[in-house]
């Protein structure tokens, strides 16, 4: 028996989940138009009736941006669904594989948590669409909001479990952890998939009106938060010393922009937190120190972004990989990096410049800002399109290769 290979998602790898993790994220992308430009007096986030009543008040520029919003959301989302069921549907054959035993063998166990990092943005994801599609669920959110931290939980547990299974078999056993091959930060997955749960526990600490749900957000965010970030703290100083050593591995390059995102992340948690402390226990901070924390971040960002570029134009990446012959699962990390950029910076721009009177909103300085973060945006939309053709498309001269 043979299995024809007709494109190169044929030659299933984990690292397919970050096809839905980029569309996912490339929605919420969108959702920061309504954000930010749609005013929602009622609610910390905006709803179904606030985006009918500014579409009916607004103008031709107001429509557009809810139009192109809404259009956004509505695409991205079912790209983030239909791409998370069809990587569960064949990691589900890929774990009956021979393939699937020798990488729980090597230090690429660890992409199996794209799994659960894309499950939990997926949550995110549904969220938005009740926000934007539901009418009238802003009434019935208190009751939504232990239900969605029932399933950040579950999640939760499933990413614990499986990093326990890597940690526990690479820490009880001398030299089955290749250090040679630890010059990316690949390894800094794990991490990536616990920041994500835990912003999505954090939502009902910025939304929520009862103390206890406020209070169990505040806790269970701040434990998966505080475990993420150690974790990446010492997965990305092992990586660096071997990186220093070795090189970095080519085909894992797009991973040394993956603090990009993790800050973003992380980053969206503590705003999420900082609300709930000032609306429900009258922790009081100030829109300045928003605007320092949110300038902090951006800068490591940056930095780690502009390394990454530098890295990857050095080894000749995108010749390889995204216009060469040569096709890998881990190019869509590359989107990672740039859809983080975009919301961190719409953040940045409203809840730091805006805020503290720096600049106006809707001025022109607004949207000289604001244009960058569109920028990063677009060029993101255009890399998915890209990357879905290329990995997704028919090719041919298909080979066939022995079934397994």
Known sequence: MAQLITRPADAYSPLYFLASLGAGGL?????????FWVPHPDAPVPVFEDILRAWGNGGIATKTGIAAAIAGIAGFAFLNIKSLIWNLGRLAEFRETEQYSKLRQTNAETQLLAMPLALAMTVNVGFILGLVFVPNLWAAIEYLFPLAMIAFALIGA????????????????????????????????????????AVGFSAPAAMSLSP????????????????????????????????LQHGTARESG?????????????GIMLLRQNHGLHTTFEVHGTDAETLMLLTKILAVQFAFALMGLIVLRRQGYANAFLRGTGNSAGSYALVCPGVALSVMLHFWINKGLVATGLIVKFGVAYWGFTAVALGFQIAMVMLVLYLNRRHFGRTTGAQPVPAE
């Open 158 to 197: 499933l990413a614990l479990k499986q990093i326990g299974h890597f940690l526990g078999r690479v820490l009880s056993t001398g030299g089955v952890f290749d250090v040679t091959a630890n010059n990316s930060f690949a390894q800094l997955l794990p991490a990536f998939a616990l920041a994500m749960v």
């Open 212 to 243: 206890v749900t406020v209070g169990a957000s505040l806790i269970l965010s701040t434990a998966l938060g505080t475990i993420a970030a150690l974790y990446a703290a010492i997965a990305a100083i092992t990586a660096f010393g071997s990186m």
């Open 254 to 266: 797009p991973t040394l922009m993956v603090v990009v995102p993790i800050l973003t992340v992380l």
């Open 27 to 35: 929605a919420v992308t969108f959702f920061m138009y309504l954000m």
